[in-house]
Every structure is written in C-alpha cells, then in structure tokens.
C-alpha cells in the first residue's frame, strides 16, 4: 500500500510548518517522522538518530542565517520606509551560544558581536589574531568586569579591534577614564516590564539619576539598557525605548559626540505556539517608535542597536530523545503516564528546572499515529525534579512493542548549551550540524573517561 500523504491536519496538529510559531522549517514525512527542512533539502529526523543515536542535539545554521537577515533586512526596509535617518547595527550577544556553528554564520551574515565575559572576549581574540573577521566588525564588552576581561578589552584596542566597554558601575568608570576608543554606558531604566528577568531590585547599570549626574564622559557614544529577555508583549520592548530616548536626549547636552541607543536583547521566541508578534511588526514599531520619540523630542535621530540572541538562535536547534521506558501515574487527572527519557531535562534543558521554561514538545515519529495519551515525560537522573509536564500534560503515541518512540523539544538554541551540567555524572547528548545537505558531528557523546576526568578521575 502506498504510504498516506501527510495531511495539512496533521501538521496543524502539531504546530509545525508555521512561519509565525517559527516552525516553518519543520514538516512530517509521509511515514509520520519529523522532517527538517534546509531551504529545499530535506533531513529525516529518525534517520539522523538511528546513526547518531540518541540522545541528540540537532543544529541548523541556515535558521541562524534567515533570521539574523530578516532581522538586518526589515531594520534596513523600515529605516527606508519611515525615513529614519540613524542606521542599524546588530550585536550577537555571544552568552546566548557561545557555540561555534552559531557564532560563526552569524559574523558570516552580517552581526556585530557583544561579550559578557572575559573568556568570550578571549574567543574573539583568537579569531582576531587568525583574522577571521571582517575589522569592521565592532565588539560590545558588557557584564560585571573582572581584571582580566578588563585588561583584555585594553589589549585588543590597542591591536586594532573596534572594541567598546560598555561601562555598568563607577569602577568602571574610572578605569576606561582614558580610554582611546568609544564607549557605551548602562542605564538601568526605572521603567518595568513584564518578564522573568525584570527584577524589583536591579544590580545592572547606573539608576537613571546617578547616571545624569555624571557629567562629561569622554568618548561616550552608546546609551545602553538591557531590560530583559524574552518580552512577550511589544509594548514591554517600545516602554524601555521612550523611557532611554529621554535619558539619550538629557545625556547628550554634556556628551553631544552621543549618537546611538544599544536596546539590548529582549526579543522573544513562541516556545508555547501561540502567536507572539512577528519579526515584520516588531521591527516595524522598534523603528516607529524611535522616530516618533526622537521627533518629538526634537533630538537627530539616534543610530540602533539590537542584541536579540535568543530571538535569532533557539529556534536554530532541536533536541531529540528516546523513551526507555514508561510507568503509570496514579491518581493524577492530567496525565495517564511518565515517559521516562534518555537524555536529562535537568542537565541539557536546564532552563526547565531552573526557570520553569515551557517547550514545544512534539513525537519525532509516530507523529500521525491516532492513538495519542497524556503523559508526563522524565529525565534519566535520580532527581525528581528532572521532568518535564508542561504543567498539564504532553501529548504522546501510546507505546507499541518493538518501535522506538522519540521525542523531540524544540527552540532549545538559546543558552541551554552553557547552562548543561553533569549531574548524576550523565554525558552530554552528542551534537550535530545540518549544513547543505550533509551532516557533520560538532560534538560526540561523552564517553565515561571525559565525564570522569573533570571529576579528577
Ligand atoms: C543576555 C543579554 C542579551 C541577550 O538577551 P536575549 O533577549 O535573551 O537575547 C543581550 N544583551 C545583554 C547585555 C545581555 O546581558
């Protein structure tokens, strides 16, 4: 019999194959196996683990890539558009994925980088020194500064990188006091806005009037302020630029040479599949609000900068595991089961435990299989709190003898990699990258002797 075409139903279903739930890159083959799909190539997903295994961490550059253009390409559209006379610039901000499958493609198409950390500082060092990047390319130098990261932004000013602190504190302060090149400085915005990260109490950035109290800085030429991370409404991204456009305009009568906003990051990602905004009208009001700001303060407009990590990479990478084994649940109305993974939430999703991250959980195969139950999925540590409800349930095929089922979380690019930890002495899940058509391992599975010798064994 010839196998049934995948029905648009189906993918509905799961939410896949949906450019504003930034699923456009997934489809179902007309097996019921996840697809992946790279411009006009197709990956199947059981395939790839059936020779890589599992569990499996799936990258896609070429998601970095669109999206980091369309980012680029809708700033430039509206700028044009709207006739906004300051220009963009986008910053990595390399803490969300310090990986090199990311950091690379994304130099490649274009990004600016910013580090917040000494050792990030260093990887640009190196590429520096080996002249991988284009001398163009202006770093950002954010985060609490240690002596070394501090002695290392000095260091690569003086070799020629166009290199700019952005100074958070009074410390700071003083020691970039003469400092050749630019530099930024942090606000911390008394605006508020609805997310995780927004604290009551902010240890970031001058308070607005200290800020203002300062005087002349010398080489000042960035307003800084990073609210946030994932805001999920377009007003907690438009509230922060009116509140910095007042402060930029207040700052720039002591420090005219002042001539950009850096927004930093905040950009979020539908990990649930409900509807957010698109890159189109985010863009749109980003660059709006700006004019509308900057006009009515009678201020030139100021050139933008953006930081929005995770809204470039997460959707760039899936994580793929197997159920092991599965147990029933008594007594709860929200799921029937625990599917037991082989791979660990805890560990390599650690924004699960730690924030109480929500994903799209879908099968990886099976995924036109009618016979769906509620289930709990869990981790293969011994902790109890490795598991994954979705506070309710997840849907799964029901379990059938002699098939593997899988599991796929998707959006996992975003600051998982570097948060993953080694609890119950698990190895990381082995990686892999999907580039034109051929696939190539970025990292293998941690054998027992690696896991074993950062414990000193
Ligand atoms: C973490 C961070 C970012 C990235 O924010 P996302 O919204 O998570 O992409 C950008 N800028 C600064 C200064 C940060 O600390």
């Known amino acids: 019999m010839p196998p049934k075409p995948v029905n648009s139903e189906l993918k509905n279903f799961w939410k896949l194959g949906n450019e504003e739930l930034n699923t456009q890159y997934f489809d179902i083959t ?54 906004y006379k300051g220009k963009f610039f986008y910053h990595y901000p390399m803490k969300v994925n310090q990986n090199k499958e990311y950091v690379l493609p994304l130099i490649s198409e274009g ?40 002695s290392l932004i000095d260091e690569l000013d003086r070799k020629g990188v166009i290199i ?45 009037e200290e800020l203002l109290k300062i005087g002349k800085i010398r080489n ?47 950009a979020g990602v539908p990990y649930e599949k409900r509807k957010m905004y698109t890159t189109k009208s985010l863009i749109n009001k980003v660059v709006k609000t ?73 099968p990886a195969n099976n995924l036109n299989d009618k016979k769906l139950k509620h289930v709990w999925l869990s981790g293969s540590s011994c902790d109890s709190d490795d598991i994954y409800t979705n506070g309710g349930h997840i849907l799964m095929p029901k379990l059938e003898e002699g098939y593997d089922q899988y599991v796929a979380v998707f959006d996992t690019g975003a600051y998982q990699d570097s948060l993953a930890s080694h609890h119950c002495l698990l190895s990381s899940p082995a990686k892999i990258i999907l580039h034109n058509g051929a696939v190539t391992v970025a990292r293998k599975r941690e054998s027992p002797e690696e896991v074993g010798k950062l414990f000193g064994w």
């Open 220 to 266: 000042l030429a960035i307003l800084h302020y990073h609210i946030s991370s994932q805001i999920e409404s377009l007003d907690g991204i438009t509230a922060p630029i009116k509140r910095a456009m007042y402060i930029y305009k207040k700052l720039k009568e002591k420090n005219p040479q002042l001539d950009t906003i850096n927004i930093g990051g905040g």
């Open 290 to 362: 700006f004019k509308s700001e900057a006009d009515k303060l009678g201020i030139k407009h100021p050139n933008i900068i953006c930081e929005w990590g995770r809204f470039a990479v997460a959707p760039a990478q899936v994580s793929i595991f197997k159920v092991i084994s599965q147990k029933e649940i008594e007594g709860s109305t929200q799921a029937k089961a625990w599917y037991m993974l082989d791979g660990s939430f805890i560990n390599d999703l650690k924004d699960t435990w730690a924030i109480k991250q929500k994903w799209h959980v879908t």
């Open 164 to 208: 700019s602190p952005v100074i958070e504190e009074e410390r700071e302060l003083e020691f970039f006091k003469k400092y050749p090149g630019e530099v930024g400085i942090r606000v911390d915005l008394s605006v508020k806005v609805k997310s995780h990260w927004d604290k009551r109490f902010n240890h970031f950035g001058f308070p607005e």
């Open 30 to 83: 007309r097996g019921g196996d996840l697809m992946i799909k790279e411009g006009n190539y197709q990956y199947n997903v059981v395939e790839l683990i059936k020779k890589y295994g599992s569990p499996l961490e799936i990258v896609v550059p070429s998601i970095i890539e669109s999206r980091l253009k369309n980012i680029i390409d809708y700033f430039n559209a509206y700028i044009k558009l709207l006739d």
């Open 111 to 150: 990004a600016n980088l910013e580090t917040s950390s000494a050792n990030e500082l260093w990887i640009i060092k190196r590429l520096w020194e080996q002249e991988k990047f284009n001398s163009k390319i202006r770093v950002l130098c954010n985060g609490p500064k240690t002596q070394k990261y501090l």
